[in-house]
């Protein structure tokens, strides 16, 4: 007995930590017909927070549809950066297309695989249409709303893309294009604005 209560509270934790909710569903077509919108900064622009020194690389604008969410309490990266949005826009909030995708979530990261061992669309579209992004919430209302936010939101986040440098001398910086893929592709976004669409 204490075996099988043991096994159901391992097997509640394991869901607790990488269960994201039911998938969402939504009729076809896209929802988000946007790109997102960067734009370099000319002069240098930086501030401290949580005692790290962080400097905006490019103002960012992202509407997008939610397909994960992450949320993190420990570390260093979780002290800047408590959740951590996969976003989707233009062909990537299409239903249609996420039908044919099995998305999952790794440390910081996300994957995808084909769900009927046929893609619904090239590597190089889903990819340039869908990216994990670690959100910096610039206040601590901005971090309870970061956190409130499910699967299948429609989400208006504006700030800047970032590099913020740590006080043990290690540096987080984002990327700077929606088509990279592999370690450092994902954008570092600090978060003045958040509403839904």
């Not at 919430?137 to 970061?146: C, H």
Request: aromatic share 8%; charged share 25%.
């Amino acid at each position: 007995m204490r075996a099988a209560i043991l096994l159901a509270c391992a097997a509640f934790l394991v869901l607790a930590v990488f269960w994201d909710g039911p998938e969402p569903r939504s009729q076809p077509g896209v929802l988000v017909p946007y790109e997102p919108d960067q734009e370099a900064i000319e002069t240098r622009h930086e501030w401290q927070f949580k005692g790290s020194q962080v400097r905006a690389l490019a103002n960012f604008r992202v509407r997008a549809r939610v397909l994960l969410t992450e949320h993190y309490g420990w570390g260093r990266d979780a002290a800047v950066s408590p959740v951590d949005l996969t976003l989707g826009w233009r062909l990537m909030s299409n239903q249609e297309i996420l039908d044919g995708l099995h998305l999952y979530r790794m440390r910081r990261a996300y994957a995808w695989t084909a769900r009927n061992d046929r893609l619904p669309a090239t590597q190089e579209q889903i990819t340039a249409h869908s990216a994990n992004m670690h959100m910096v919430p610039s206040t601590e209302e901005l971090a309870g709303r970061l956190r409130a936010l499910s699967r299948g939101d429609l989400v208006d986040i504006r700030g800047y893309l970032i590099e913020i440098k740590f006080p043990d001398g290690g540096t987080w910086r984002s990327s700077l294009t929606r088509t990279d893929i592999g370690n450092g592709a994902c954008e570092l976004v600090w978060v003045n604005e958040l509403s839904k669409l």
